[in-house]
């Protein structure tokens, strides 16, 4: 690609939620841009696919969205103009427990306590100043570290959320009900319960559930990266699919690139322009716990014993705070656990577009010590199986997914690690110089930097941002 003769003021290489997301804020400034991706498909943790091969959609890793309804990036973007449409099943989330009920975060903060007998009270306390002032609060935890727009309402968000989960929950909750939905939505951090900043996830991703919602979208995750795509061509923007950039060397001329990589990633790529001690650094960037993801058609609805289960899309598997924690924590010494903590998403009881009638898709995956190469498919579908009696006889196709298969499927899941790195919040917030790497005019865009994983774009939003700043 070194004979291509155009200049662009900047190329993206990754379109994954982050690489579209800097892709569309530097076209819409009016640079000229070319976004380059390495698969075939467009969207990197925004893809679906038949994975089954039962005609059936797939969503190949991000299914429910509570960080794509709620990012203020993709809320200034007229998204459905382009195509996607967010569907809202009746609750977020269910959490079933082995005496066949279920606890449900419900999209009403009120209707949620009614259920929470007396942990409500604990749970309003807790919640309700953060969904008051969501709005305001939002900017400021959906970016990289900042004097806050609204400092008062942001450290009483910090204190809490600098906390472990087990810590908030040990604070805050008496009833088994109450402390495993509030576990279950904090083990999204990757990591052992009892580490320091794991309550910032429960209480993000439980006012989200309280605020936008976790919808899915219509016809697959895909869609959320198609209508960033026709926008971005709107704009004037340029894409080329189907080629890996194996070298800085080869992409084409620019002022700046905007890489939506992770930095070992980057020492590849980056390693002959860089002094070999920056190369070693980058190379030494820890990653954390992987996944082991599958996917299934069934030939119904899954039998849940709880029935409130087929109210939400998500359902979070695992019992009780003190099962999910343990499990969390053996997959923090390199074990597999036995019990699995399961995210599970059941996207076609609400979107009739992802299966052919009377088949049913199913998604679910559980963490796994990075580079694992363990089979957990059996003990995921046990856990399954232990709040649905009768799942195992429903099952028509499986896919699965180890986390080479994870590797293989998209370069920056390194390990299996789909957070593109360690997700400790205090080592991504307090990084000293977030998106900029050693060499001038090169940026990082990806999850690895502020404020992380999930599908949002403001980690391309604020490369982006930094680039038009200091190079455009
Ligand atoms: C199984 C799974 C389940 C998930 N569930 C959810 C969920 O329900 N909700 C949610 O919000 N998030 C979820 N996530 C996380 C979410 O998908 C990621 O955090 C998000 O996609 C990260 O976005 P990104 O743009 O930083 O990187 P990615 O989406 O990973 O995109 C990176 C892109 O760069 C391309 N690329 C890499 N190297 C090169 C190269 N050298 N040359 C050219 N192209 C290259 C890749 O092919 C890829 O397309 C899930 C992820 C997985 C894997």
Request: hydrophobic letters at 40%; a positive charge; one cysteine or more.
């Amino acid at each position: 690609m070194t004979q291509d003769k155009s200049k662009y003021d900047a190329v993206v290489v990754g379109s994954g939620p982050n690489g579209l997301a800097a892709a569309v804020t530097l076209a819409q400034a009016g640079r000229k841009v070319l976004l380059i991706e390495g698969n075939r498909t467009i969207g990197g943790g925004m893809r679906s696919s038949d994975l089954t091969h039962s005609g059936c959609i797939h969503d190949i890793c991000s299914a429910a969205h509570p960080l794509g309804i709620a990012s203020p990036f993709f809320r200034s973007l007229d998204l459905a103009k382009y195509g996607l449409e967010w569907i809202q099943p009746p609750a977020p989330l269910a959490h079933p427990l082995d005496d066949g009920t279920a606890v449900l975060l419900e999209h009403s903060l009120d209707a949620t306590i009614k259920n929470l007998g007396e942990d409500g009270r604990n749970y309003n306390k807790l919640m309700r100043p953060l969904v008051n002032n969501w709005d305001r609060l939002l900017p400021d935890i959906l970016g990289p570290l900042h004097f806050p727009g609204h400092p008062l309402a942001f450290s009483r968000f910090g204190f809490t959320a600098s906390q472990s989960a087990v810590y908030t929950i040990f604070k805050n909750f008496r009833t088994k009900q109450v402390k495993a939905l509030f576990a279950g939505i904090a083990a999204h951090a990757k990591m052992p319960l009892d580490k320091p900043g794991t309550a910032a996830f429960g209480l993000l991703l439980g006012a989200a559930g309280h605020t936008g919602g976790w919808p899915i979208a219509k016809g697959g995750s895909c869609n959320i990266a198609a209508a960033l795509t026709k926008y971005f061509i709107e704009l004037g923007g340029e894409v080329r699919m189907g080629v890996e950039i194996h070298s800085l060397d080869e992409v084409p001329e620019n002022k700046a690139v905007l890489l939506d990589i992770t930095q070992k990633q980057l020492a590849r790529i980056a390693g002959a322009q860089l002094p070999g001690s920056q190369k070693q650094k980058l190379e030494q960037h820890k990653y954390g716990a992987g996944v082991f993801k599958m996917d299934w058609v069934l030939d119904s609805p899954i039998p849940w014993k709880a029935a409130d289960c087929l109210r939400a899309a998500t359902v979070h598997i695992g019992g009780t705070f003190e099962e999910i924690a343990g499990a969390e924590d053996a997959v923090g010494k390199g074990e597999h656990p036995e019990n699995p903590f399961v995210l599970l998403v059941q996207p076609s009881l609400f979107d009739n577009t992802r299966a052919p009638v009377g088949k049913h898709t199913v998604w679910a995956y559980c963490h796994v010590p990075n580079g694992s190469t363990f089979d957990m498919s059996d003990r995921i579908e046990s856990q399954i199986e232990r709040f649905a009696p009768g799942f195992r006889v429903r099952i028509r196709a499986r896919s699965k997914m180890d986390t080479t298969a994870m590797q293989e499927d998209n370069p920056n899941y390194i390990g299996g690690d789909i957070a593109g790195g360690v997700t400790n919040p205090f080592s991504l917030f307090t990084m000293p110089k977030p998106y900029k790497t050693p060499l001038k005019g090169v940026y990082l865009c990806s999850s690895a930097m502020p404020p992380g994983a999930g599908v949002h774009g403001m980690c391309g939003y604020y490369s982006a941002k930094k680039a038009l700043k200091e190079r455009l």
